[in-house]
């Protein structure tokens, strides 16, 4: 090896440089192997400077404005997610406005699910719904929403039985709230 980071010709010399590097010390008999260690460790303090101060500049970079260094504004105007939840907003909202006359249980905005509480239909009595809603991706598609909905009726003895669903009803669910997410989108693109 050659250069001012080799250590120099001979045996002896070598055997010195490699005792040396192994615990640290110089060897204090060849100048140059002084420094090695002095440059070496200056160097590597130089370039973890330069790389915190390049990531803490980029990180500030895509915090400001509109969509800062990645972007990220660009892609919330167009409905793939909000700065606060993991899901898209669009659907999001569309979900709460459309089914705003369930009372909600609980919602999940980084999950994206919404459990809405039971609701007994006041023209049928004994018959009682509960709906819950999964987004399911950060982009406005049809296949990024799912909504089941549960339906219990009241037999002889007073007790609540599960009884089956129409599928249409979770597909109307599903597209009244897929048509409020288009209009939301729309609305926003236009202004």
Same mark, same amino acid.
């Not at 990645?70 to 659907?91: E, H, K, P, Q, Y």
């Not at 909905?149 to 039985?161: L, Q």
């Not at 997410?181 to 202004?191: F, G, H, K, M, P």
């Given at each position: 090896?050659?250069?001012a980071?080799?250590?120099?010709?001979?045996?002896?010399? +070598?055997?010195?440089? $490699?005792?040396a590097?192994k615990?640290?010390? *110089?060897?204090g008999?060849v100048?140059?192997?002084? !420094?090695?260690?002095?440059?070496?460790m200056g160097f590597? /303090?130089?370039?973890s400077i330069?790389?915190?101060a $390049?990531?803490?500049?980029?990180?500030g970079?895509?915090q400001?404005?509109?969509?800062g260094?990645? %972007? /990220?504004g660009?892609?919330?105007? $167009?409905? !793939?997610?909000d700065?606060?939840?993991?899901?898209?907003?669009?659907?999001? /909202?569309a979900a709460?406005?459309t089914l $705003?006359?369930?009372?909600?249980?609980? =919602?999940?905005p980084?999950?994206?699910?919404l459990n809405?509480?039971?609701?007994?239909?006041p023209e049928?009595p004994?018959?009682?719904?509960?709906?819950?809603?999964?987004?399911?991706d950060? /982009?406005? *598609?049809?296949?990024?929403?799912?909504?089941?909905v549960?339906r219990?009726? *009241? %037999?002889?003895?007073?007790?609540w039985? =599960? =009884?089956?669903?129409s599928?249409?009803?979770?597909?109307?669910?599903?597209?009244?709230?897929l048509t +409020?997410a288009r209009?939301l989108?729309l609305a926003?693109?236009?202004n």
């Amino acid at each position: 090896m050659t250069g001012a980071f080799a250590p120099p010709d001979g045996l002896n010399c +070598r055997l010195e440089w $490699s005792l040396a590097h192994k615990t640290g010390d *110089r060897v204090g008999r060849v100048g140059h192997f002084g !420094s090695y260690g002095d440059s070496l460790m200056g160097f590597i /303090r130089g370039a973890s400077i330069v790389v915190i101060a $390049s990531t803490l500049a980029l990180a500030g970079c895509a915090q400001r404005g509109e969509g800062g260094l990645f %972007n /990220r504004g660009a892609a919330r105007t $167009s409905g !793939s997610a909000d700065a606060t939840i993991g899901v898209n907003a669009f659907l999001w /909202r569309a979900a709460l406005d459309t089914l $705003s006359f369930l009372p909600l249980e609980s =919602a999940d905005p980084w999950g994206g699910i919404l459990n809405y509480g039971w609701v007994e239909n006041p023209e049928a009595p004994g018959e009682r719904v509960k709906t819950t809603v999964f987004i399911l991706d950060t /982009r406005l *598609r049809a296949d990024a929403l799912n909504v089941t909905v549960t339906r219990e009726v *009241r %037999n002889a003895e007073g007790n609540w039985v =599960a =009884a089956p669903v129409s599928p249409q009803t979770e597909a109307d669910l599903k597209n009244a709230i897929l048509t +409020r997410a288009r209009q939301l989108n729309l609305a926003t693109i236009n202004n």
